[in-house]
């Protein structure tokens, strides 16, 4: 691991993030849980979103060539693309939040877990010391 990865990763581990993910031993234990309403109209957001972005503009392209014009595509599928992109916002904003700080704190618990063990097995080995 390069001096400036391990600069970064020892600089983040001391971050109040960083050191409550791993005191707190953040896991994922919330997605047991059946979601708030809230929740899963986000969740349901999200999933619409995906039925009107890529498949929604491509139908707009297939009816613009069968009734030959062109602007149907050229205006419709960028509105289309872009009302995509609104919806799944809000689903995120909905759903998002909580989940989403959740999975980030056991993520950067992992992450730095591993990489700060790693810390300490470089410089064992560059010091010569067995890890204990």
């Known amino acids: 691991m390069s001096r400036i990865t391990q600069k970064i990763i020892r ?3 001391n971050t109040r993030f960083v ?3 791993i005191a707190d031993k953040a ?3 919330l997605f047991k849980e059946r979601p708030n309403p809230r929740a899963m109209a986000g969740i349901v957001a999200i999933g619409i979103s995906y039925i009107i972005g890529w498949p929604a503009v491509a139908l707009l392209g297939i009816i613009s060539i069968h009734l030959e014009k ?6 419709g599928g960028p509105l289309t693309y ?3 992109h609104l ?3 809000l689903g995120m ?3 998002g939040a909580d989940y989403t700080r959740i999975f980030f704190r056991w993520a950067t618990r992992k992450f730095m877990e591993k990489r700060m063990g790693n810390l300490d097995e470089n410089s064992n080995r560059k010091s010569g010391n067995p890890k204990s």
């Open 87 to 89: 919806v799944f916002i």
């Open 27 to 29: 896991d994922l234990s």
């Open 11 to 13: 600089k983040a581990a």
């Open 19 to 21: 050191q409550s993910a």
């Open 82 to 84: 872009g009302l995509s």
């Open 93 to 95: 904003y909905l759903a």
């Open 70 to 75: 062109p602007l149907i595509a050229i205006i």
